[in-house]
């Protein structure tokens, strides 16, 4: 074995061994399985700071601010029913209004003042919110969805296929299909 450290690693572990080979690879397993997870942990703590170095650049070179952004949805709440909808739904006033979000420069370079400490702080909430993740926010979304969906359970109704033209198969079958109410 070429490293040293590694040596005096795997000599020490098979010192506590005794000679036991069972043993010794069973402190072989947890000595690497206790490096991995601090390699691991280092990894996952500079891919977060990486993460948000970076969503904050691009939070502030495109002047991405949640708070001005949730103020504007806030005051138009036609606006925010129209973000939930699908794009193929979209019509072009919608467009027109959601290139209306106050999303990017009106004027460079900011005046520093109190608005601009909001704006940075806006900036900062849109660079943390990055960083829970897609997995986060798809449950978060999914939960959303379900919650709306709840209520009562539809009934179940039978409904009877329509019949088979094979004389020698059965004639009809019988299906529960759960009905869903009309919306009027």
Not at 68 to 77: D, E, H, K, V
Not at 154 to 167: D, G, H, K, N, R
């Amino acid at each position: 074995m070429s490293d040293p450290q590694v040596r005096r690693a795997l000599h020490a572990l098979y010192a506590r061994a005794a000679g036991d080979l069972d043993r010794f690879q069973v402190l072989v397993a947890g000595w690497f399985d206790n490096a991995m997870e601090r390699v691991s942990g280092a990894y996952k703590r500079r891919q977060l700071l990486i993460s948000l170095l970076l969503s904050l650049l691009l939070a502030i070179l495109f002047n991405i601010d949640s708070i001005n952004l949730f103020r504007t949805l806030w005051q138009q709440p036609q606006l925010a029913a129209h973000i939930g909808g699908a794009p193929g739904a979209l019509d072009a006033e919608t467009l027109r209004q959601l290139w209306a979000l106050p999303i990017g420069w009106e004027s460079f370079p900011p005046v520093l003042d109190a608005a601009f400490a909001l704006q940075a702080a806006g900036w900062l909430i849109t660079a943390s919110t990055t960083l829970f993740g897609a997995p986060f926010w798809f449950d978060l979304l999914q939960r959303a969805v379900q919650l709306r969906g709840t209520g009562a359970r539809p009934q179940e109704t039978p409904v009877a296929l329509a019949a088979s033209p094979a004389p020698a198969m059965v004639s009809s079958t019988v299906a529960v299909v759960r009905a869903t109410p009309t919306e009027a």
